[in-house]
């Protein structure tokens, strides 16, 4: 068995992150996974313009994790976790799913349903990566549209799974 770990975490110096943090009225705006292996530690994010990989040192540099929960990896899904970081890694990330869902969010908040359509094309912002992983490596059912997943949305299917580390 395998150890891997999702998480929710905070930068400290975007403005971007305040304003998912404000929308959702949550502490955290980003989900990432996270794998130790003998080549080091590292985080699997949907950041900047692409989904990437980041020494956890590095990304510790501007970001606090709040919330992490650890999986249990069979050792016969290693080979699917494997070509699942690499089919993705470099995928270009959502700004335009971004903001749909910012829109969405800011209108339920002052009572307005806007109702938008996912753009269905494989690229990602972070949560809707962390959903996708979760649906196709660890076997988490998400009911939502991947599409309109935010990292609040994505949370309770992560910690209802999960073993909460930190």
């Keep these: 068995m395998e150890k891997i770990y999702i998480g929710f975490s905070k930068n400290t110096s975007s403005l971007l992150s305040k304003t998912i943090r404000a929308v959702e009225g949550s502490g955290y705006s980003h989900v990432y996974i996270r794998k130790v292996s003998k080549y080091g530690e590292y985080v ?52 335009k799913s971004l903001f749909k869902i910012l829109a969405v969010l800011a209108c339920d908040r002052i009572g307005i349903k806007l109702h938008l359509k996912g753009d269905g094309i494989e690229t990602f912002i972070c949560s809707e990566l962390g959903a996708f992983f979760c649906e196709e490596i660890l076997g988490i059912d998400i009911p939502e549209d991947i599409d309109f997943v935010t990292p609040k949305s994505l949370n309770p299917f992560v910690k209802t799974h999960g073993t909460r580390i930190v």
């Design 44 to 95: 699997y994010q949907a950041s900047g313009l692409q989904v990437n990989f980041m020494n956890i040192d590095i990304f510790k540099t501007n970001n606090v994790i709040v919330e992490e929960y650890e999986f249990e990896l069979p050792d016969d899904k290693k080979e699917k976790l494997i070509s699942f970081f690499m089919k993705y890694c470099g995928t270009s990330y959502s700004v």
